[in-house]
């Protein structure tokens, strides 16, 4: 870090009313670390006419102090591809920066580390799902969001944890089919399935986060915690949603959060939410218990200052595959 990124008056004075934002989530004592580099992805984004696209697992400095934008990956998505500006700084892992691209092939779009990946997005391959293909034909292939784009290229159609229902209800609809193909997450596919009562056959995909999460575990939360409200991730068992009072994208468990004013929530999903939730509803407790997701962590101020600066990593595609999995992706925003 040169000279000009130490926590000078001046950048004390710029980045004070940030702080007064975040001071319930962040000690005053990291901040000369994140007030210098805030301030100079603030300014250097306005040059570079870039825009920073935060995912809600962000940490708190990243979600609030210097995303323009911030959302689950269908808001993102749509964000992508709304923009005008060149360039896209993707805050969230490899397969959302992916997505933006295949969305906006004619941007610059960068993601700070190129190692965020996703244990989802690790687990099913284009061929994988050719192999799928043959051996169930004729039945649409639904594939989540959190997948590579040579996946997305493959399928009928994607979803997110957002739209998976109304997406699998109108697919099969479409397709004439009670049964459809949803990879690669095994749980969000047996949520799906026990809320449309649609058949689905799935593939072995898992979160990492999500599926750590135990049913006994949220019952616990309730005898710890009375009157605790329960929001889960759909990327979670169906035994743990089962045990929630609501289940929804991570923009789901926000916008339910704000409509409903709970005295108490559980937020069973990545730790950053509770941390960016509690920033705008301070009424609210949160109850803590969290698991980390690693991918999303390795996304940091340093690291975006670092992307801005050198213009790297940048995603590219290959334009045949692009468009084929822009395809699905399309399909998706437009009846969604
Ligand atoms: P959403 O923000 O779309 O709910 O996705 C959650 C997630 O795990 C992203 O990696
Ligand atoms: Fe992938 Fe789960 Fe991390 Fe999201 S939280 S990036 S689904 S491993």
């Known amino acids: 870090m040169g000279l000009e990124l130490a926590y000078t008056s001046e950048v004390a004075r710029a980045t004070a009313p940030l702080y007064a934002r975040v001071a319930a989530v962040i000690p005053e004592i990291e901040w000369p670390v994140h007030a210098p580099l805030i301030a100079e992805i603030n300014r250097l984004k306005r040059e570079r006419d870039a825009v920073i696209l935060g ?32 360039v896209i700084v993707q805050a969230g892992v490899h397969f959302m920066a992916e997505t933006s691209k295949i969305l906006s092939p004619q941007k610059i779009v960068l993601i700070p580390d190129a190692k965020a990946g996703c244990s989802l997005a690790a687990s099913i391959t284009g061929a994988d799902v050719r192999l799928l293909r043959q051996s ?44 459809v193909l949803m990879l690669p997450d095994q749980y969000l596919a047996r949520n799906v399935a026990a809320q449309t009562g649609i058949k689905v056959i799935t593939w072995e995909g898992a979160c990492e986060v999500h599926e750590r999460f135990t049913a006994e575990e949220i019952r616990a939360y309730r005898t710890a915690h ?81 992307s801005l600066q050198t213009m790297t990593t940048k995603v590219e595609l290959d334009p045949v595959m692009s468009a084929r999995a822009k395809v699905a992706i399309d399909r998706m925003l437009a009846i969604t």
């Open 55 to 86: 995912h809600n697992y962000m940490t708190p400095e990243i979600f609030h102090c210097v995303s323009d934008f911030v959302g689950d990956s269908l808001a993102l998505a749509r964000e992508a591809a709304r923009t005008d500006a060149s």
């Open 136 to 179: 169930h034909p004729g039945l649409p292939v639904v594939t989540y969001v959190n997948t590579s784009a040579e996946v997305k290229a493959e399928s009928d159609i994607c979803c997110t944890s957002g739209n998976a229902v109304k997406v699998v209800e109108r697919i099969a609809k479409d397709f004439g089919t009670d049964t």
């Open 226 to 306: 009375p009157g605790v409200t329960v929001l889960a991730h759909p990327e979670c068992p169906p035994e743990v949603v089962a045990e929630a009072d609501f289940s929804g994208s991570t923009a789901g468990m926000i916008n339910y959060v704000g409509q409903h004013r709970p005295a108490r929530v559980v937020m069973v999903t990545e730790c950053s939410m509770s941390d960016n939730v509690a920033v705008e509803y301070p009424d609210v407790e949160f109850v803590r218990p969290c698991n980390l997701c690693p991918h999303m962590k390795r996304i940091t101020l340093k690291g975006i200052l670092h």
